[in-house]
T-cell receptor, first 118, second 114 residues
Framework: DAMVIQNPRYQVTQFGKPVTLSCSQT?????MYWYQQKSSQAPKLLFH???????NEADTPDNFQSRRPNTSFCFLDIRSPGLGDAAMYLC?????????????????FGPGTRLTVL | QKEVEQNSGPLSVPEGAIASLNCTYS??????FFWYRQYSGKSPELIMS????GDKEDGRFTAQLNKASQYVSLLIRDSQPSDSATYLC??????????????FGKGTKLSVKP
């Protein structure tokens, strides 16, 4: 089955120790997104890739970086995690960003990575 | 500020009843509307998408869209305890005609009592 996969599902890191979260997709979608979701809050978009074109949200801290080496994979790097970065990190994909002629902008989410910062 | 508003609940309904979840949005040019279900500790799961005014039915779920009133709702018929979750309304906001960003509401927590 086509799907969005995230690894690891649970990540524990120490304050200030860099961490990388991974997302892969078999949907062959053009767009990949990274969201941060804290308890009882809405998912917050950090950035997204449209093919190789990187789009950063204005309020995403510099501490968060992303890489997309190919269509299937996208990584979230947190350079110096703080206690406030503990959250669920969600990867999502969509065929396109606009609903041109159909539901091409529908986003499908992976299972998420729960990050704990000690 | 583009916003999506939902009643946070909790909304409690008895098993077998109809659950009605509501959402309003601020941007008149929005074209795409989604309902996601999120169980505690899990990721959002797509339930319905709707693009045109009116009703769209899929099994026990019906999405209703009224663009003039900037209102979208989700009805769940014959509610089951397994429907107990947080339901997120999401609206795709378009910027300059070339890019869309999904804006989520904070979600309505639904509890279906056996």
């Amino acid at each position: 089955d086509a799907m969005v996969i995230q690894n690891p599902r649970y990540q524990v890191t120490q304050f200030g120790k860099p961490v990388t979260l991974s997302c892969s997709q078999t949907l062959n979608h053009n767009v990949m997104y990274w969201y941060q979701q804290k308890s009882s809050q809405a998912p917050k978009l950090l950035f997204h890739y449209y093919d190789k074109d990187f789009n950063n949200e204005a309020d995403t801290p510099d501490n968060f970086q992303s890489r997309r080496p190919n269509t299937s994979f996208c990584f979230l790097d947190i350079r110096s995690p703080g206690l406030g970065d503990a959250a669920m990190y969600l990867c999502a994909t969509s065929r396109d960003r606009l609903a041109g002629g159909g539901s091409t902008d529908t986003q499908y989410f992976g299972p998420g990575t729960r990050l704990t910062v000690l | 500020q583009k916003e999506v508003e939902q009643n946070s609940g909790p909304l409690s309904v008895p098993e077998g009843a109809i659950a009605s979840l509501n959402c309003t949005y601020s941007d008149r040019v929005s074209q795409s509307f989604f309902w996601y279900r999120q169980y505690s500790g899990k990721s959002p799961e797509l339930i319905m998408s709707i693009y045109s005014n009116g009703d769209k039915e899929d099994g026990r779920f019906t999405a209703q869209l009224n663009k003039a009133s900037q209102y979208v709702s989700l009805l769940i018929r014959d509610s089951q305890p397994s429907d107990s979750a947080t339901y997120l309304c999401a609206v795709n906001i378009y910027y300059g005609g070339s890019q869309g960003n999904l804006i989520f509401g904070k979600g309505t927590k639904l509890s279906v009592k056996p």
